[in-house]
């Protein structure tokens, strides 16, 4: 499930810094506007400390955990939705993810140069929203155009409300809402979802701080994010980009000490990595065995022949039913036996919506 996050803002925000630390990849970050002009893809592991836990009782010669991948997408400016600065290039960029991981700068540094000449997170914010809302109507309004005609001596249904909701979103931007404002019914959501729209994607604010606000808790910047994110439900986290990138460059050994002399369990951009697969409404399963452990992304609410069919489609496709137990189950009775013995062990079939943390192993015959 190759599911792609963009992480974008105006230049000289942090993107690429948090890029780099996230990957470990080489995205060039440097002091000017569109240092990054093709987008870096990097795919990083989802952390799950649940993976170790399982493997403390079920010993695999090897441990697969899941992963997801984050695109570093060059720094958009004011009137990008009208090619400004490359803009029509960075925003299909943004098209072709799935959700936005939208970074803030929300500190203050003499020596990085802010593109607008001053720090001001809740106006940085209204520029990026706004070009993609451009774009987005835009984008409605010729594909509006298109079908209307042809719905007009058509008998499609699908059609006919494909140009329902697009009037639907039209709407929305006119007044400045996003399209993943409306009102749609499970219908009318993949038809939401064909379109592309830029503004129908799930946001994540990263709230990109200095190390001094960040082990104080934030500032008054971070605070007007917040507010401002709970107006648009949606979400926020907290990050200094700069100390992650250290973090990143520790060897694995160092990082504990590193981390606990923060007063820190683990690296921020863990928290980010599992907000950004929450966001996708992304879920693990996990496969446990003496040849490996394994953790499978699936969205929330698959039922189990779906979910079979992440591993192969020969699962889906002969899917007779599903042993499964929740892994919480394990970490409580320590075996998988015990697990048997205390009556959690179960068989279920294709109706069967598998939850976060279950352990499965799946009966089938092609």
Not at 61 to 72: A, G, L, N, R
């Amino acid at each position: 499930m190759a599911l792609q996050v963009g992480i974008v803002g105006l230049p000289n925000v942090g993107k690429s810094t948090l890029f780099n630390a996230l990957t470990s990849a080489k995205a060039e970050a440097a002091n000017y506007p569109f240092c990054t002009i093709d987008p870096n893809v990097g795919v990083v592991t989802v952390p799950d400390p649940r993976m170790d836990k399982i493997t403390t009782f079920i010993k695999p010669q090897k441990v697969i955990p899941t992963t997801m991948e984050f695109v570093d997408i060059a720094g958009i400016v004011k009137g990008a939705s009208q090619g400004e600065g490359l803009g029509n290039q960075f925003l299909s960029h943004i098209r072709q993810t799935d959700a936005i991981v939208h970074v803030v700068r929300c500190f203050d540094d003499p020596n990085i140069v802010h593109v607008a000449g001053s720090v001001d997170p809740i106006r940085d914010i209204e520029i990026i929203n706004t070009e993609l809302l451009l774009a987005d109507l835009d984008s409605v309004e010729k594909r509006l155009q298109r079908i209307e005609k042809q719905a007009k001596n058509s008998t499609d249904k699908k059609l006919k409300a494909e140009v329902e909701v697009a009037k639907k979103v039209q709407e929305a931007l006119g007044k400045g809402l996003p399209a993943r404002s409306v009102t749609l019914d499970e219908f009318e959501m993949p038809l939401l979802k064909e379109m592309h729209l830029l503004t129908a994607k799930p946001v994540l604010y990263a709230m990109n701080v200095s190390d001094s606000d960040f082990a104080a808790g934030g500032n008054d910047w971070t605070k007007a994010v917040i507010a401002r994110a709970a107006e648009e439900n949606n979400k926020t986290i907290m990050i200094c980009s700069a100390m992650e990138a250290e973090i990143a460059l520790l060897p694995p050994e160092d990082r504990a000490d590193f981390l606990a002399a923060l007063g820190a369990e683990e690296p921020g951009l863990n928290r980010l990595i599992r907000e950004a697969y929450t966001l996708l409404g992304l879920q693990t399963y996990f496969t446990a065995g003496e040849k490996e452990v394994r953790a499978w992304t699936i969205r929330a609410n698959t039922k189990a022949p779906q979910a079979a069919g992440v591993i192969h489609t020969d699962f889906e496709k002969g899917f007779i039913r599903a042993e499964t137990y929740h892994c919480e189950d394990l970490f409580n009775y320590k075996s998988e036996q015990a697990v048997k013995d205390a009556g959690k062990y179960r068989v279920e079939g294709k109706e069967y919506v598998v939850k976060d943390g279950d352990i499965l192993f799946f009966r089938f015959n092609v």
